[in-house]
């Protein structure tokens, strides 16, 4: 069975601050492919990226960026310098080679962040 | 980039009508088509799977009277939710598979913009 925890419901920071989100997934299969979705207050989805499970490299863009660590089952995921329009809800999904397309989410993290 | 567009955005119904939502591929074909079930600051719940000219399959604990799923064509699916009630109130975002081979893990996942329902 798939599983995705994002332990922190709830995160407050202040405009500037980076702030990291955290992901820890289990999964038996050696195949898979992990997401980020943003959802702000519209509702609707945002895709931010995509990672297969043989790529560890550490991704960047712009001030998002991404840790991918296989040993702790992670997937971290780093605002630096926030802003108020970063305020959302954002996702850690998962998919494997088991579940074909179905995507399994985690519960979300809700990121305020204050002017 | 691919486009998935959900319709209506938003609905208020009166218990005991039904509503339809629609989820269509814009510029692609979507050979599978995936329905979720967001509650207020609760994660996204898959509620079924269709595929196209087949029928749905559903995720354990869904009534497959209560949410009807058509997948008629390849860049269109419904979701029905019939005689619905005020416990059925929720946000429901559908999400399309892009063609391109057997769908698997690594296929392209396209998401609509969601369809919060009212149900008073």
């Known amino acids: 069975a798939q599983k995705v925890t994002q332990a922190q419901t709830e995160i407050s920071v202040v405009e500037k601050e980076d702030v990291t989100l955290d992901c820890v997934y289990e999964t038996r299969d050696t195949t898979y492919y992990l997401f980020w979705y943003k959802q702000p207050p519209s509702g609707e989805l945002v895709f931010l990226i995509r990672?297969?499970?043989?790529?560890?490299q550490n991704e960047i863009s712009g001030r998002y960026s991404w840790n991918f660590q296989k040993s702790t089952s992670s997937f971290n995921f780093t605002i630096t310098a926030s802003q108020v329009v970063d305020s959302a809800v954002y996702f850690c999904a998962l998919r494997t080679e088991t579940s074909g397309s179905r995507l399994t989410f985690g519960e979300g993290t809700q990121l305020t962040v204050n002017p | 980039g691919a486009v998935v567009s959900q319709h209506p955005s938003r609905v208020i119904c009166k218990s005991g009508t039904s509503v339809k939502i629609e989820c269509r591929s814009l510029d692609f074909q979507a050979t599978t088509m995936f329905w979720y079930r967001q509650f207020p600051k609760q994660s996204l719940m898959l509620m079924a799977t269709s595929n196209e000219g087949s029928k749905a399959t559903y995720e354990q604990g869904v009534e497959k009277d209560k949410f009807l799923i058509n997948h008629a064509s390849l860049t269109l699916s419904t979701l029905t939710v019939t005689s619905a009630h005020p416990e059925d109130s929720s946000f429901y975002i559908c999400?399309?598979?892009?063609?391109?081979?057997?769908?698997?893990?690594?296929?392209?996942?396209?998401f609509g913009n969601g369809t919060r329902l009212t149900v008073t």
């Open positions: 999400s399309a598979l892009g063609a391109g081979g057997v769908p698997s893990y690594n296929s392209p996942l396209h």
């Open positions: 990672r297969n499970s043989f790529d560890e």
